[in-house]
């Protein structure tokens, strides 16, 4: 996808809106093979260090955007993106704070560039790290930024890894609702639900799996459909990357982002360090 969309000249050739909706179908697939009380534990597990991920790539948007210069609004849609679920995030925050179509698209330029890198440089730091693939789910599901780039990394890193990366993923996405109510002066905080139907997905069928009534093999199947939807969702979403709108916004909103994921990928590691990593 991505190569098209270079070839095309940094135009997006596809619709953005039919990956994310392969996307969450394939979220709401995966839940069906993970037990409810399985996402939970994981949920809890990685509860700490998702508050403090999120708080410090909060503040750190604040201060660092302001000394950058960047606006306000659009320094706070880098920062939901960042700390959050990515474009979904940027979604809900918009239109809470009914933000301009211009910083909306430069805050998703910023956020898809850089889930564009997480697909490559990701696998090669679990790789360098010596991390298991538990760990890099942890690593993958804290600090990068999209759902299909948390799936695509864990993939090229591990396979087995790609459930608990979602599952981290998701956990970190319920906190949208805090926050989008938080950015929501001036607007309205009612979109946020609508924006995140693929986690209520995830965990309606979670709590199906956990009652026992899809045995082994039908949870296999599902596993398989969910990847293969996984896969063409990221071959659509990167086709709909139009690389012109990051090149036109200059490089202030891009160099925002990218500290501000440096700072979510510190803590995670420093977390998966206290846990025995290295």
Known sequence: GLLLSSAARGAAIAPASLGKRLLGGASVGLGATLRFDTVMAVSVETLGVTILAIAATIIAGAVVGRVLEVGNDLRILIAAGTAICGASAIGAVAAARRSSTDTIVSALAVIVALNTVAL??????G???GMSPDQFAVL???AIHDTSS???????????SVERAVTVKLARAGWIAPLVILWSVG???TRWWQLTWFL????LMSLIASTGVIDASSAALVRSVARALFAAALGYIGAAVAW?????????PLLLGVVLWLI???VAIGWLKTRGLG
Do not use: C, E, K
């Open 187 to 189: 607007g309205s905080a």
């Open 150 to 160: 948390v799936v695509g990394a864990a993939l090229a890193f591990d396979p087995s």
């Open 120 to 125: 490559f440089l990701f696998p090669a730091i």
């Open 127 to 129: 790789a360098y790290g």
């Open 244 to 252: 012109r709108t990051l090149r036109a916004m200059g490089l202030r």
């Open 264 to 266: 979510a990928t510190v």
């Open 200 to 203: 209520w997905g995830f965990l």
């Open 140 to 142: 993958a599901g804290l």
